[in-house]
Structures are given as structure tokens and as C-alpha cells.
């Protein structure tokens, strides 16, 4: 997102909102026009990271990933960004803060299914239903800019390598979704409370050039135990199994990885390794 085009997604007066840095820790109200530009440019490059990694896009696609973006707006924590079986008009794109989409059950408990991060596209899978199955919820604060349906449809027709890019996001998103299902009906708890935070360390590592082993991270137990599908009082005692044998630190929204070598081994998973394809056509433009 490129030049004034982009800034348009993400226009939030930010010397009004608290900015929480890349890392985690509260930096308060911003009052330099200075820190307020920087913070918007990192922004952008994080929004960008998830499309990005799977080939380098060119000054043009940034400025049509750009002109998709529509106007922004500030969801608070706790609350709806698409509702259960609700027809979206539009996707989303998350630009700052934590969501995660989540399916109801009957008796009211919710089964949170993935995690979103800046950058994510948000909607993709609600197109192909007539009555979607989840929700999409703000577990921070949150800033999404809204696109229009037409508008990915005008990538397809004008841009196919981005659109290739798109689907293989899809994809990605896709086989991500059966190693939970894996996950969840063959992994022990403490393998799938390990493989949640390795992911969440890979992920992270797509919109910082140094991988931090230390980096913000929101969850409360309760919404970590919605991901891996086990109860307050058992993942109070996960945790504190991982802080006893030192292969993390949890605390002040930030989680700190203190042996990722052993934090893999015990998820039992293969790093993930995004494909940088050679087959996708050369730049237009």
C-alpha cells in the first residue's frame, strides 16, 4: 500500500488512540506528527507481510492492494466484526489489533477457530455461504478497513498474479485449519497449547525481519483455551507447566519463547514453510 492510496485504508487519528508497539508494550498517547507517521508506515509494511510472503509484489500491485481498501473502521474489543450468519457485502482487511473468527454451539459456548493479524483478509471463506457458520470478533481493539466484493473481483479480472497470490493465502489458510482439526482430535493438550504458540511465533515472524522470540500477544487463557478446546482451570495448569520447565514466560499481554527448540519438539510439528512459487507470472507492472 503505497503513496496516499494506502493511507486512505487506515486513516485513524491516531494521536487520539493509544498505539501498542510492534512488541507489545504500551508507548501511551502519541503526540509527534513524527511518531504518528512512523507508526502508520509500520503499519502498512505488517498489512502488507501476509501477501507479500509469497512473492515480492511490484509498485503497481502495492497500489492496487491499495485502491481495494475502502473506508476504515475502529472495532472495540469484545464485539462483532461480522456476526454468526451474517450475509457479509464486504470483506475486511485487519490493519491493527487481534481477531479471531469463532462458532456457537446451542448451549452458548463458542469454539474459537482461528486467530487473524494484522494484515489478514478477512470474509473469503463467508463468500461461498449463504448463511456463514462463524463470527469474526475483535479480541483486541481492532482497525479494519472494508472491501468491496467488486473490488476483488476487479483483482481477478485486471491482476491474475495477485489473485494467484490471494489463493494461495486461501490455501494456506485452508491447510492451516486441518492441522488444528489434526490437532484437536489426536494431539495431547500440551501439544496443542505448544503448537498454538509455535504458529503464533511463525506468524508473527512474517511482519518482523528479526523473528522476535518475544512479542505481543494478547490471549487471555480463557480465549486460549477456546483455540485448543480445553477448560480454564486446565489451561491455567498448561501454562504453568511451560513456565515450570522454562521454555516460556507468559504475562503483561506478552509471550515470551524461552526455548523454541523445545517448544516445538513438545507440539510435535514441522516449522511451516510458505513457497515462494516460481510458476507465478512476472510482474506487469
Known amino acids: 500500500m503505497a503513496g496516499g492510496t494506502a493511507l486512505q485504508c487506515c486513516d485513524v487519528d491516531w494521536s487520539n488512540e493509544p498505539i501498542r508497539s510492534a512488541k507489545g508494550e504500551d508507548t501511551g498517547i502519541l503526540k509527534s506528527e513524527e511518531d504518528v507517521r512512523d507508526e502508520i508506515e509500520d503499519i502498512k509494511r505488517r498489512s502488507l507481510s501476509r501477501v507479500a510472503g509469497f512473492g515480492n509484489l511490484s509498485p503497481g500491485e502495492i497500489e492496487a492492494l491499495g485502491d481495494m481498501a475502502g473506508p476504515h473502521r475502529i472495532v472495540r474489543r469484545?464485539?462483532?466484526?461480522?456476526?454468526?450468519?451474517?450475509?457479509?457485502?464486504?470483506?475486511?482487511?485487519?490493519?491493527?489489533?487481534?481477531?479471531?473468527?469463532?462458532?456457537?454451539?446451542?448451549?452458548?459456548?463458542?469454539?474459537?477457530?482461528?486467530?487473524?493479524?494484522?494484515g489478514d483478509m478477512m470474509g473469503l471463506s463467508a463468500l461461498a455461504m449463504t448463511r456463514p457458520i462463524d463470527s469474526v470478533i475483535a479480541l483486541t481493539d481492532v482497525v479494519v478497513c472494508d472491501i468491496a466484493v467488486n473490488e476483488l473481483v476487479r483483482i481477478f479480472e485486471n491482476n491474475p498474479r495477485l489473485a494467484l497470490i490471494l489463493f494461495l493465502i486461501s490455501q494456506e489458510e485452508r491447510t492451516l485449519a486441518m492441522e488444528r482439526l489434526m490437532l484437536m482430535g489426536q494431539a495431547r493438550a500440551d501439544a496443542r497449547l505448544a503448537a498454538l504458540f509455535v504458529r503464533l511465533h511463525e506468524r508473527n515472524a512474517q511482519m518482523f525481519d528479526d523473528a522476535p522470540l518475544t512479542f505481543y500477544m494478547p490471549l487471555t487463557q480463557r480465549e486460549m483455551g477456546e483455540m485448543i478446546g480445553v477448560s480454564d482451570v486446565h489451561i491455567n495448569a498448561l501454562i504453568k507447566d511451560l513456565r515450570t520447565c522454562e521454555i516460556i514466560e507468559i504475562g503483561g499481554r506478552e509471550l515470551n519463547i524461552l526455548d523454541i527448540d523445545r517448544l516445538v519438539e513438545r507440539s510435535g510439528l514441522s516449522s511451516w514453510n510458505r513457497v515462494k512459487p516460481d510458476w507465478l507470472p512476472i510482474p506487469s507492472c
Open 78 to 118: 469484545g464485539l462483532d466484526i461480522r456476526a454468526e450468519h451474517h450475509k457479509p457485502t464486504d470483506l475486511c482487511l485487519l490493519v491493527h489489533g487481534w481477531a479471531a473468527t469463532a462458532a456457537f454451539l446451542p448451549d452458548g459456548s463458542r469454539q474459537l477457530t482461528s486467530l487473524r493479524l494484522p
